[in-house]
């Protein structure tokens, strides 16, 4: 079930359905379903590929070596213990997991470091650039 704790009448349910499941000495899962904006990704998609052709590079690569390692480490990496051997490895969790507020965090530093680098990148409310992207990643789709 889902519940959306802003709403009162859904709270109080939340919580009678948790206290039932604990008095019954139920395995329970508790999860917090992330609520971003489809605006956000489509930002993020937009300045990741806008990087990615001026530092002419493949956009996974561009996302995940300066955007995630190198801007948010904190926020992406994680590590991941191999069960059968034992082997620890870092891995990086998708921008999909994330909250809006560290989406948006992660948008800042990304801009941020960027812009300290020598590529700009604009700022969501900046139309006519963010247009010009769109054409610029449709002419270089086969290079991202």
Same mark, same amino acid.
């Given at each position: ?20 499941? %604990?008095?019954?000495?139920?395995? /329970?899962? &508790?999860?917090?379903?992330? %609520? ?7 930002? &993020? ?40 051997? $034992? +082997? ?7 921008? !999909?997991?994330?909250?809006? +507020?560290?989406?948006? &965090? ?8 960027? !812009?300290?680098?020598?590529?700009? &990148?604009?700022? !969501?409310?900046?139309? $006519?650039?963010?247009?010009? /992207?769109?054409?610029? /990643? ?7």
């Amino acid at each position: 079930m889902i519940f959306d704790t802003n709403i009162d009448f859904d709270r109080q349910r939340a919580i009678t359905r948790f206290n039932q499941l %604990v008095e019954n000495k139920r395995k /329970i899962e &508790l999860t917090d379903i992330i %609520v971003r904006t489809n605006r956000q990704n489509n930002y &993020l998609h937009l300045i990741i590929s806008w990087f990615a052709i001026e530092y002419s590079d493949k956009l996974d690569y561009c996302k995940r070596e300066f955007y995630k390692k190198t801007c948010n480490k904190e926020l992406f990496e994680y590590e991941k213990t191999n069960k059968f051997t $034992g +082997e620890i490895t870092k891995e990086y969790k998708s921008s !999909s997991e994330l909250t809006k +507020e560290q989406m948006t &965090l992660s948008i800042t530093r990304f801009r941020n470091w960027s !812009s300290e680098n020598g590529i700009y &990148l604009p700022s !969501s409310d900046e139309q $006519g650039f963010l247009q010009n /992207i769109e054409f610029e /990643i449709r002419k270089h789709k086969e290079f991202l």
